[in-house]
């Protein structure tokens, strides 16, 4: 616990005269100098301390530390509507406050709000006589060095990292998105933006610039934090958002991989072909915990009942996975496609959220497998329903758990009783809470921290760019407050021709170095459903897998200790280089690296090629593959990684690393 004062004041004012005086003057801890007035806020332990100065030509705010910017607002800071803040007409502390009143281009006037504390300030602004829209903020990308966070960008955009290095442009940055997302951002200068709201935004990074949007609003709310590392931001916001209070996977979820059919087969799938292809992984010695069964298992979509035509004896299916000693699960969504029996049932009992504008009508949408639409949670007979409807499953066939797909609420719809999308968020992760999600997890975010759900990566291609974008995914959804994460499945899942060998073992050995592992793809054989030709693996693929698979299970009493820890204090198993090495500033831009808790440092291959480069921290560290000590601080050049081998270093000394070294070397 890091003891930190506030900062307050006794109420002043401090009025900018037309006649700006050449010479600084102080006034209650505000320092007026032409254009511009200042606060600072002191070092204290365990903060570094920080300056806060407010531009009055055209309202803007820069934080900074010893004259080095930190935090800039772009020229056009604050907009709204069509109008933008301009100059400064005074500035007050009141309370501790700092408040600025400023003109707009349209005449309306925009007030700053400005609460200094010793590792962040709130920053709030709204605008007079406005009705609620958009509230945009606008930073300048260059003051804050490099940008990070935000969660995942849409599906089939690529994932830049550092987000600054690329472009971002996401208009329905939402509670609602099927995609990973918080409003929070930090910065290679150790400033982390967390924007408060529960409605949908609009996030755009590139041209030198971020623009963060809030829609529906009366003020942009949003609290800054001031740290002197990257790690103590993300304390500082799981401080805020809460820490997972248990882990929602078991140990043998973490252990082994979870077995799931959609890249496998996609939607051309039977009982026949659930059989033999979990007969293949067990001959390959490649089983995880659990065999699932995704899409297409249903008559129709929401009807929640086995297709007869497909599935002839869906119990003597189950059994016989239970016979190989793992547990058996189904993929299932919140949307009843309008061709399900299901959707008149749940229309004509006011099941289904409203459309907006009429309340009489359920809402539609359309989504990857048709029209539907989408049980109201906030409705409790609905949820009651719907999950009775789950646990007739489970008692008529054995299912023993769920894979919950799609999302809990559309932003096209009306919510219900007043509640947000963010609320809806909460719905779905309560109502799924109930059941085992088999380490497939659940897509819930913006806040759901605390549930401590496993979080699987959006869909990725099949390819060296699929793995390298899951990857950075994955690892963007850890640094939001999500300890326990995962890929997409191993070797991809957008629908693409299967990955090539190389690509499928070089996934499997990078997630061998996760939290989890979420497979699908047979490295024995598998069908191009984009030809519909079966594709049979080199025998070597299996056994590479295979491979990973032992390593994975090595790691499984690290991990067990790795998630105690992310349960204790929110620590992200998963993380950035820089969060444990936050002086190596090298580590900023690179993705293909990352620590697992404090001991391990994964360096695995996802290109084409035997070797590659491996940037190694300050220390001592042990190289597993070579058994050798390697000292830290340089590059390795060229280090060998035939398709075989998966580089990794322990770092001697860390916790765990004893343990560790054991595990790996059995």
């Known amino acids: 616990m890091r003891w930190r004062p506030l900062l307050c004041g006794a109420t002043a004012s401090l009025v900018l005269a037309s006649a700006v005086t050449p010479a600084e003057a102080v006034e209650d801890g505000l320092t007026r100098a032409p254009g511009s007035v200042t606060f600072s806020v002191p070092r204290t332990f365990g903060a570094p301390g920080y300056q806060l100065r407010i531009d009055t030509g055209r309202l803007g705010v820069t934080a900074s530390r010893g004259g080095d910017p930190l935090l800039r607002t772009a020229p056009d800071a604050f907009t709204f509507g069509g109008g933008v803040a301009t100059g400064v007409r005074s500035v007050t502390k009141q309370n501790g406050t700092l408040v600025a009143v400023a003109g707009s281009t349209t005449g309306r006037t925009v007030t700053l709000r400005l609460t200094p504390k010793a590792d962040r300030f709130d920053l709030r602004w ?150 033999k292809w979990a007969g293949d992984l067990k001959a390959a010695k490649v089983t995880g915990h659990t065999i699932q069964l995704d899409d297409k298992w249903e008559s129709n979509y929401g ?179 999500y300890p326990f994460v995962e890929t997409d499945m191993i070797g991809g899942s957008n629908s693409n021709p299967p990955p090539s060998p190389e690509v499928l073992v070089r996934w499997a050995q990078a997630a061998s170095l996760m939290p989890l592992m979420y497979s699908s793809t047979s490295p024995v054989s598998t069908v191009d459903t984009t030809t519909g030709k079966p594709v049979t693996y080199p025998a070597e693929t299996a056994k590479h897998y295979a491979d990973a698979v032992r390593t994975h299970a090595k790691l499984a009493g690290y991990l067990k200790t790795q998630v105690r820890q992310a349960v204790a204090d929110g620590s992200p198993i998963m993380r950035p280089v820089f969060f444990d090495f936050p002086g190596d500033h090298r580590f900023d831009t690179i993705d293909d690296e990352w620590m697992l808790g404090p001991a391990l440092l994964a360096a695995p291959k996802i290109t084409e090629g035997t070797s590659r480069d491996v940037v190694l921290p300050a220390g001592l560290w042990w190289d597993p593959g070579a058994k050798r000590l390697v000292l830290g601080g340089g590059t390795l050049h060229g280090y060998p990684a035939p398709l075989g081998t998966t580089p990794m270093f322990v770092r001697i000394g860390a916790p765990g690393s004893a343990s560790l070294i054991a595990d790996l070397s059995r």
């Open 126 to 275: 709204s605008v007079d006589g406005e009705p609620e829209g958009d509230r945009a903020t606008h930073f300048d990308l260059a003051a804050s060095g490099q940008w990070y966070g935000g969660g995942e960008t849409s599906e089939g955009k690529q994932q830049p990292y550092p987000l600054s290095a690329g472009a971002v442009d996401e208009p329905e940055f939402s509670p609602a998105s099927y995609m990973m997302q918080e409003p929070y951002f930090y910065t290679s200068k150790s400033i982390g933006v967390y924007v408060r709201t529960d409605q949908p935004m609009k996030v755009a990074l590139g041209g030198g610039r971020a623009d963060l949007t809030v829609t529906k609003a009366g003020e942009y709310s949003s609290t800054v934090f001031v740290e002197s590392s990257r790690r103590a931001v993300y304390d500082d916001y799981v401080g805020e958002v809460g820490k997972p209070e248990k882990s929602d996977a078991t140990d043998a979820e973490f252990a082994s991989p979870l077995w799931n059919s959609w890249a496998q087969y996609y939607r051309d799938i039977d009982q026949d072909k659930v059989l």
């Open 303 to 481: 009807n929640l009942t086995f297709d007869a035509k497909t599935f002839p004896d869906p119990k003597s299916m189950v059994d016989s996975i239970h016979g190989t000693g793992q547990r058996f699960g189904l993929w299932t969504t919140f949307w009843i496609n309008l061709d399900s029996a299901n959707y008149a049932y749940a229309r004509d009992h006011g099941y289904l959220v409203r459309a907006k504008g009429d309340p009489a009508k359920p809402c539609t949408v359309k989504w990857w497998n048709g029209t539907a639409g989408i049980i109201d949670l906030a409705n409790e007979a609905a949820r009651n329903w719907y999950t009775g409807n789950l646990r007739g499953l489970m008692s008529k066939y054995g299912v023993d758990g769920f894979k919950f797909d799609t999302r809990f609420f559309d932003d096209s719809c009306a919510t219900s009783n007043g509640l947000t999308p963010r609320d809806y968020q909460k719905l779905g992760a309560d109502m799924a809470d109930g059941f085992d999600q088999q380490g497939a997890g659940i897509r819930t975010h913006w806040g759901n921290q605390r549930y401590g759900f496993v979080i699987r990566a959006v869909d990725a291609d099949a390819s060296w760019g699929g793995l390298r974008t899951s990857l950075r995914r994955s690892m963007a959804i850890s640094g939001n407050g």
